[in-house]
């Protein structure tokens, strides 16, 4: 029999959707499954965008160019004007997804066997992502004590070695909501300054920030300029996730050449989707208030509900739309299968994803969950109601 590759064997799966099977037989046995496993909203798309797909006349679906539309990336330079970040067109790479966009920034910066150091818990494909381009994830180790805000750069400077060519960030933060200052972020400009290095940024979740927090992009951190990459999408931003349109975005010409070699192998970023992407450029400002206004809303239901369930801790996002909560249990997996397969409250269940997936050092994230509030508001006091009964009976509980 021929041999599967080292890489499809090395390839992890995906902590967010692992579950999938007993969450299908869960509904199969009749029981209501709320899903804050996964980031898809509920969210209406923009019908700016929805009505322009509806209304489109073209009369064949041809290839774009490969770094993408050229009228949607200076669409995108008057956008990124008004969060205040200066770009040309030639810094945008349009990718298939932002997934796409940190492969190909991952692939043009490292060399197999380099080294990427990433604040851990981390959205869990960045592991996926590393192994695909054969690079090695180096985590520094955020605490939930403190609300997962950046590590000591003492912590950062510890792991720096020789192969070591980059920093991976992501603001606000995908599993933990964390936003990080512009205190933070100076001083991982100075260490990157000092040795060289790549930063990356996954800024995708910008427009979503609570409490009058204000998000600072990693694009103008000053002496930078050739040392930075962020990556953007519209998945969450206009609640657009099966559109798959990203961004690769950086000052530096010859990492754009370099990926832009990757991007013509795979010749061009969808049709429909970059149209989508054009379209929602002109999304007027009240969608976004009223979507976050809901976030704020959704955070404050799910975060304060499971902070008044008994031996449960759950810091409180800034931004983007998930938490981590630590919970009396001695095993995250075995708690999340458990609670698909074996139990319900009034014929309802949850569905979580475990954070061991969230974190690269064994052992971590065995008593944590990941959560993402893109539900209603009623499903999420469901969910509340759900978790807090479970940890009354579940037989791991520890204490």
Not at 222 to 234: C, K, R
Not at 338 to 366: C, I, R, S
Request: proline share 6%; charged share 20%; with cysteine.
């Amino acid at each position: 029999m021929p041999r599967i590759s080292s890489k499809g064997l090395e390839m992890p799966a995906s902590p967010i959707r692992k579950l999938v099977p007993f969450a299908e037989a869960a509904k199969k046995a009749g029981k209501k499954v709320y899903h804050l496993n996964i980031g898809q909203p509920d969210i209406e798309t923009p019908s700016v965008v929805m009505d322009a797909l509806r209304n489109t006349d073209i009369k064949v679906i041809e290839y774009s160019n490969s770094e993408g539309m050229a009228l949607y990336r200076t669409g995108l330079v008057k956008y990124y004007a008004s969060k205040s970040i200066s770009l040309e067109a030639k810094d945008i790479m349009i990718t298939t997804g932002g997934s796409e966009a940190l492969v190909f920034a991952f692939m043009s910066c490292f060399n197999p066997g380099d080294e990427v150091i990433i604040p851990e818990p981390f959205y869990a494909n960045y592991n996926g992502f590393a192994v695909m381009a054969g690079v090695k994830v180096v985590p520094v180790t955020a605490k939930i004590d403190n609300g997962f805000a950046l590590p000591p750069i003492a912590d950062f400077e510890s792991k720096i070695t020789p192969k070591t060519k980059g920093i991976l960030i992501c603001n606000p933060g995908n599993p933990t909501g964390y936003l990080y200052t512009k205190e933070e972020l100076t001083q991982l400009r100075d260490l990157v300054k000092k040795n060289d290095l790549f930063l990356f940024a996954d800024e995708v979740y910008r427009e979503f920030m609570y409490d009058g927090a204000v998000p600072h992009s990693v694009l103008n951190l000053e002496g930078l300029e050739e040392n930075v990459v962020m990556i953007d999408s519209v998945s969450k931003r206009y609640s657009m996730c099966g559109a798959r349109i990203g961004a690769m975005i950086t000052r530096n010409s010859n990492l754009m050449a370099a990926a832009l070699k990757f991007a013509q192998a795979r010749l061009s970023p969808p049709t429909f989707g970059q149209l989508a992407g054009i379209a929602a450029l002109e999304t007027p400002s009240e969608y976004f208030e009223n979507v976050v206004n809901e976030y704020v809303h959704r955070r404050d239901v799910l975060v304060d509900g499971l902070n008044k369930i008994e031996g449960v801790t759950c810091p409180k996002p800034q931004g983007a739309f998930y938490c981590i909560a630590q919970l009396p249990i001695d095993d995250a997996d075995a708690f999340c299968q458990w609670m698909l397969e074996k139990f319900d409250h009034n014929n309802q269940t949850v569905m979580m994803a475990p954070a061991t997936g969230f974190y690269a050092t064994p052992g971590l994230g065995k008593n944590q969950v990941r959560l993402a509030y893109v539900l209603n508001t009623d499903a999420l006091r469901n969910s509340v109601e759900c978790l807090e009964a479970a940890l009354k009976i579940y037989p791991g509980r520890s204490i």
